[in-house]
């Protein structure tokens, strides 16, 4: 199934990045490249993750590399991935 980031998880991804290459711009891009293949596996297997606790609605759910969150939505003919962020976060309710 195809993958879309929306723009809100780009600019998650973004940030994260932009924090992590303030110490090393390499492991910035490094990260961020874990982060999207990630994404990818869960094109493969959409089911894969975990049912968001925040939302309990089974076709949003969650996948995590290393702390952070990937959250995506189940669409019938896409995964969408509507945020990427740290695991002490909680997500905001308008995801």
Request: no cysteine; charged share 30%.
């Amino acid at each position: 199934m195809k993958v879309h980031w929306t723009d809100t998880a780009l600019g998650h991804l973004q940030a994260i990045h932009d924090y992590i290459a303030r110490d090393s711009k390499r492991n910035a891009k490094r990260f961020v490249d874990r982060l999207t293949r990630k994404s990818q596996t869960v094109g493969l297997f959409p089911e894969s993750g975990s049912i968001v606790p925040e939302f309990d609605s089974p076709e949003i759910r969650e996948v995590f590399e290393q702390s952070y969150r990937i959250v995506y939505k189940i669409l019938a003919d896409r995964i969408d991935i509507v945020a990427v962020t740290h695991g002490a976060r909680r997500l905001p309710p308008h995801l």
